[in-house]
């Protein structure tokens, strides 16, 4: 359960993700901005990968 703004949008995010690489449309250029959007919040809440 998402306790604040930003892990409401990393959630949001990541689903949208995950729905638009199942779909054979997707557009390209948006999964990426969605994906560069995603490792900033992720940088921001200090959970990404080193």
Request: net charge negative; proline share 4%; glycine share 0%.
């Given at each position: 359960?998402?306790?604040?703004?930003?892990?409401?949008?990393l959630?949001?995010?990541t689903?949208t993700i995950a729905y638009?690489?199942?779909?054979?449309?997707c557009?390209p250029?948006?999964l990426e901005?969605?994906?560069?959007?995603?490792?900033?919040l992720?940088?921001?809440?200090n959970?990404?990968?080193?």
């Amino acid at each position: 359960m998402p306790v604040n703004q930003m892990e409401t949008q990393l959630e949001a995010i990541t689903t949208t993700i995950a729905y638009l690489e199942k779909q054979e449309s997707c557009d390209p250029e948006m999964l990426e901005k969605l994906k560069i959007e995603r490792d900033r919040l992720l940088r921001e809440l200090n959970v990404h990968q080193i």
